[in-house]
């Protein structure tokens, strides 16, 4: 009669439960996020770039133009700290039909575009560098704020240019187009702290892993 063979069983010690091997990092992933933030930075940078020309044609080219047709007198979208009802009644005899008629132009075209892309990308950008939930709503208050009073100021000065004004007018226009201003200045404020920020945290991080590699 064979004899029973008695199964032993395998104890583990209590220091082998420990032992798991380390998750292995798929170098595909990480090769698909990095490229993906790379494609995601270089849309980020094309646009930014793109609404600096576009400021710098709207409020210089532009309104150059506009104001060579008013006597050399600048047009209410550059006066960053506001203006008076004396200067609108200035501008108002100084500027004919054809000049108002292209400001407005200028306010539906490259007007209307400059806002939206700059708070389009600023958004964007704000997004791809700020982690915290709060604090990108607290960054993204001044680009949305910016394109909503831009337009509306746009509009308020074309009025100005109606069959008649009075003081309210210029003061709502006025007013408008200083905080369009102060918005603007906060918004690429934020942008570059930030930005100068994230750079010099990349930076240190950086030299810290080229240091412990050379270490090694």
């Given at each position: 009669?064979?004899?029973?063979?008695?199964?032993?069983?395998?104890?583990?010690?209590?220091?082998?439960?420990?032992?798991?091997?380390?998750?292995?990092?798929?170098?595909?992933?990480?090769?698909?996020?990095?490229?993906?933030?790379?494609?995601?930075?270089?849309?980020?940078?094309?646009?930014?770039?793109?609404?600096?020309?576009?400021?710098?044609?709207?409020?210089?080219?532009?309104?150059?133009?506009?104001?060579?047709?008013?006597?050399?007198?600048?047009?209410?979208?550059?006066?960053?700290?506001?203006?008076?009802?004396?200067?609108?009644?200035?501008?108002?005899l100084?500027m004919?039909?054809?000049?108002?008629?292209?400001?407005?132009y200028?306010?539906?075209?490259?007007?209307?575009?400059?806002?939206?892309?700059?708070?389009?990308?600023?958004?964007?950008?704000?997004?791809?560098?700020?982690?915290?939930?709060?604090?990108?709503?607290?960054?993204?208050?001044?680009?949305?704020?910016?394109?909503?009073?831009?337009?509306?100021?746009?509009?308020?000065?074309?009025?100005?240019?109606?069959?008649?004004?009075?003081?309210?007018?210029?003061?709502?226009?006025?007013?408008?187009?200083?905080?369009?201003?102060?918005?603007?200045?906060?918004t690429?404020?934020?942008?570059?702290?930030?930005?100068?920020?994230?750079?010099?945290?990349?930076?240190?991080?950086?030299?810290?892993?080229?240091?412990?590699?050379?270490?090694?």
């Amino acid at each position: 009669m064979a004899k029973k063979i008695r199964k032993s069983k395998e104890y583990r010690k209590p220091s082998q439960y420990g032992q798991r091997p380390a998750p292995t990092v798929n170098p595909t992933t990480e090769r698909t996020e990095a490229k993906a933030q790379s494609n995601a930075m270089i849309l980020v940078s094309a646009g930014l770039v793109t609404s600096i020309l576009l400021f710098v044609y709207y409020h210089f080219w532009t309104m150059g133009q506009l104001a060579d047709l008013a006597n050399g007198l600048p047009m209410p979208d550059q006066r960053a700290f506001g203006f008076t009802l004396e200067e609108v009644n200035d501008l108002r005899l100084a500027m004919d039909a054809d000049a108002t008629g292209q400001l407005a132009y200028v306010h539906r075209t490259v007007g209307l575009f400059f806002p939206l892309l700059f708070g389009f990308f600023s958004l964007l950008t704000l997004g791809q560098w700020v982690t915290k939930r709060r604090n990108r709503w607290l960054a993204w208050t001044a680009p949305m704020l910016f394109v909503i009073v831009d337009l509306w100021s746009n509009q308020a000065i074309d009025a100005l240019f109606g069959t008649d004004i009075d003081a309210s007018a210029v003061a709502l226009a006025s007013t408008l187009t200083v905080i369009r201003w102060l918005l603007l200045a906060i918004t690429t404020l934020s942008i570059l702290v930030i930005g100068v920020r994230r750079f010099i945290r990349t930076f240190k991080r950086k030299m810290t892993e080229a240091q412990e590699q050379n270490d090694a």
